[in-house]
């Protein structure tokens, strides 16, 4: 740890980053902190802002700087299948390394397991996180994938088949409108979760509601960590 504001893990440099992001106030009620993974392909603006509400609910957070992850992979020349324009960009982040890396944050942040909440891209490595980690209380999951368009190198198992492993709940937040996280996927994933005893909530978004700060509030008020 280089200051009281951030964790650094890794042994390359400058190392995976993890900026605290603390409660306007001291609060008497102890609360589990939450590891924060954004996208790295998608502008931060709406994750940060969700981010920082749970702060403003009494959570410590700890938000990843996904840009100090592993980097990412030459994008291979495919031809075209029909997969759609935004898997082609995610699939050259490798899934292994991003989780394994996120595990090295949790260790480091102090006492109490962690809920993890991700946004995006973000929101898958933070379900496959809770489904390889003991060391994680709850898994807030925004807007992300649960099955992938198909399986590489980099993506080598589909989210959903790992929840075997997972044992803290979850909570699905999804577009009304959300094209990545279809209804389809959704109500798979409840079947799924509840076949294996799993608690998971779904709370769906009305349209245009990632577009400001009280939005990001709503969101934050809905993460039942």
Not at 16 to 23: I, K, N, Q, S
Not at 107 to 117: I, Q
Request: proline content about 8%; overall charge negative; aromatic content about 6%.
């Amino acid at each position: 740890m280089e200051s009281d504001d951030w964790i650094v893990v890794g042994e390359g440099t400058p190392g995976l980053r993890g900026e605290w992001l603390l409660p306007p106030a001291p609060s008497n009620e102890i609360q589990p902190p939450v590891l924060f993974v954004r996208d790295p392909l998608a502008e931060p603006t709406y994750a940060r802002a969700v981010a920082v509400a749970l702060a403003h609910h009494g959570r410590r957070v700890l938000w990843v700087d996904t840009d100090s992850m592993s980097p990412a992979e030459a994008a291979a020349d495919r031809a075209a299948d029909g997969t759609d324009e935004s898997w082609v960009g995610e699939e050259v982040y490798a899934d292994r390394p991003a989780v394994r890396e996120l595990g090295l944050l949790v260790k480091e942040m102090g006492p109490g397991r962690p809920a993890v909440v991700g946004v995006g891209m973000g929101a898958t490595w933070a379900l496959l996180l809770g489904c390889q980690s003991l060391g994680v209380s709850a898994v807030g999951w925004i807007q992300g994938r649960l099955v992938y368009p198909r399986l590489s190198a980099n993506k080598p198992v589909q989210p959903l088949e790992m929840i075997l492993n997972l044992d803290v709940p979850v909570l699905l937040v999804v577009g009304q409108e959300d094209g990545v996280s279809s209804g389809e996927q959704v109500e798979l994933a409840r079947d799924r979760f509840a076949a294996f005893g799993i608690e998971v909530e779904v709370e769906r978004l009305p349209p245009g509601s990632d577009a400001d700060a009280q939005s990001a509030s709503r969101v934050a008020a809905r993460l039942h960590l």
